[in-house]
């Protein structure tokens, strides 16, 4: 899946093309996402503590906000990714609890039992953890955001294509405001320069008639 620049002017002003970025279909609306990322080099910190990686990582992220073009099928898309990760994690986290209380619900009681389902729940919770991870890197994600743009990883082709397009279109139009303008420019100062070529006559008679003047005085 392709990743996107999108540069945060187009971001504020609302500037995507009304085609979904998930599958390329037309959109019929716009679902304001908060993205967020800071570099993915913080997590090295987790080798001086957790807590730092927290904070540098806190004081590393970039927020930009993006108006995505959505489809029907596609417009609980951010919704629907956070319940299946939710309810994944609380399906681990109650199937540990209820082997838990199984197991010292035994009699006579089975520690071997208790410690089989304890190391149980550690393992599926990293397992959770990878899937979780494997789940999240797919799918239209923030691949980086400064203050001018946002990277987007994961749009659907056709998104990228009808972008391009528009920016082409965008392109030529000014282009072609510019040429206009340009033109318009050469008009006035050929104007300008008639119209100072007609009054010149004029100016230099005038001239004329004050050396007359002048003359005249002096004669007197
Ligand atoms: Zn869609």
Redesign the pocket.
């Known amino acids: 899946m392709p990743t996107i620049k999108l540069s945060e002017t187009e971001c504020r002003k609302d500037l995507l093309p009304a085609v979904?970025?998930?599958?390329?279909?037309p959109?019929t609306e716009r679902k304001q996402k908060n993205f967020a990322w800071h570099p993915s080099w913080v997590w090295i910190l987790i080798l001086v503590n957790l807590i730092v990686v927290l904070v540098v990582a806190l004081i590393l992220t970039k927020r930009m906000t993006v108006r995505v073009p959505?489809?029907?099928?596609?417009r609980g898309?951010w919704m629907r990714r956070g319940w299946i990760l939710s309810l994944s994690f609380v399906a681990v986290a109650a199937l540990t609890i209820g082997g838990l209380i199984f197991a010292s619900n035994q009699v006579p009681r089975n520690e071997d039992l208790t410690g089989w389902v304890c190391g149980g729940g550690v393992f599926l919770f990293f397992v959770w953890l990878v899937v979780a991870a494997v789940y999240s890197a797919n799918g239209v994600r923030p691949s980086e955001i400064t203050d001018r743009y946002i990277k987007l990883a994961g749009v659907?082709q056709d998104f990228v294509n009808a972008l391009e397009e528009d920016r082409d279109r965008d392109r030529e139009e000014e282009e072609e405001y510019r040429r206009k303008r340009r033109a318009e420019r050469e008009i006035e100062d050929r104007d300008r320069d008639r119209d100072r070529d007609r009054d010149r006559p004029r100016f230099d008679e005038r001239r004329r008639d004050d050396d007359d003047e002048l003359d005249r005085r002096a004669r007197e």
């Open positions: 979904c970025m998930f599958c390329g279909e959109s959505v489809c029907d099928r596609h898309y659907h």
